[in-house]
């Protein structure tokens, strides 16, 4: 099983950038899914997640109303939808899968992890 993320980019405050990650090798449904970043000098957050149908999604505050997490079982793709871009949010980011019930936040939960997208936003 394999995660490939894509996306990135070098954009300007205020633009949007929609990354992608699509899984090989087994179903959405059998993962909860999550976006993480990592900026320069910093550790690994938590960005988002969606659960194995999509029925629940989750978010860190600083997001929470700008970024949308969604996947398209057919396509085997989980999307994070990134508008209203600020500085802060340049980072590397991952998707990860998780057979846990519900990982939400806990990195340690993520199972399985994508080689990382960059993103860029210049103020």
């Known amino acids: 099983v394999q995660l490939q993320a894509s996306g990135g980019g070098l954009v300007h405050a205020g633009d949007s950038l929609r990354l992608s990650c699509v899984i090989s090798?087994?179903?959405?449904?059998?993962?909860?899914m999550g976006w993480f970043r990592q900026a320069p000098g910093k550790g690994r957050e938590f960005v988002a997640s969606?659960?194995?149908?999509?029925?629940?999604?989750d978010y860190r505050d600083s997001v929470r109303g700008r970024f949308t997490i969604s996947k398209d079982s057919a396509e085997n793709t989980v999307y994070l939808q990134m508008d209203s871009l600020k500085f802060d949010d340049t980072a590397v980011y991952y998707c990860?899968?998780?057979?846990?019930?519900?990982?939400?936040?806990?990195?340690?939960?993520?199972?399985?992890w994508g080689q990382g997208t960059q993103v860029t936003v210049s103020s």
């Open positions: 990860a899968a998780s057979d846990d019930p519900w990982p939400g936040a806990d990195a340690g939960k993520y199972i399985l």
């Open positions: 090798g087994r179903t959405l449904a059998g993962y909860v």
């Open positions: 969606i659960s194995h149908y999509g029925g629940r999604t």
